[in-house]
């Protein structure tokens, strides 16, 4: 169940993420109260993983997720560039993240 609330979790950081470019600078009202629901939901779901998993691969996988996954939506949404370094890169944190998690159990 750990891998479960830190796969949430992790998808739960991307959209704060991607919820801060919405935010415009916390100025717009609903996208902050979005935002900073998908935080402390993020941190939560984190926190009850770590419960069980080690924090520094729980920690990685769920910053992994987030990463990659903010990354991906920032080329298919806002247009960022999908260079091959870029993509190869994002591939690179993937790999990680699925190491992480075969050698953790």
Known sequence: MAWTWLGLAGL???????????????????PSIFTGLSMVVSVLLLGLALKTLPVGT?????????TV?????????FGEPATAMRLVCIGL???GILGLKLASG
């Open 69 to 77: 996954g903010t990354a991906l939506l920032g080329i298919y949404l």
């Open 58 to 66: 729980g920690y990685a996988v769920w910053t992994g997720i987030g």
């Open 12 to 30: 739960f950081e991307i959209g704060w993420a991607i919820g801060l470019k919405y935010t415009d600078g916390f100025t717009r009202l609903v």
């Open 93 to 95: 944190i993937v790999s």
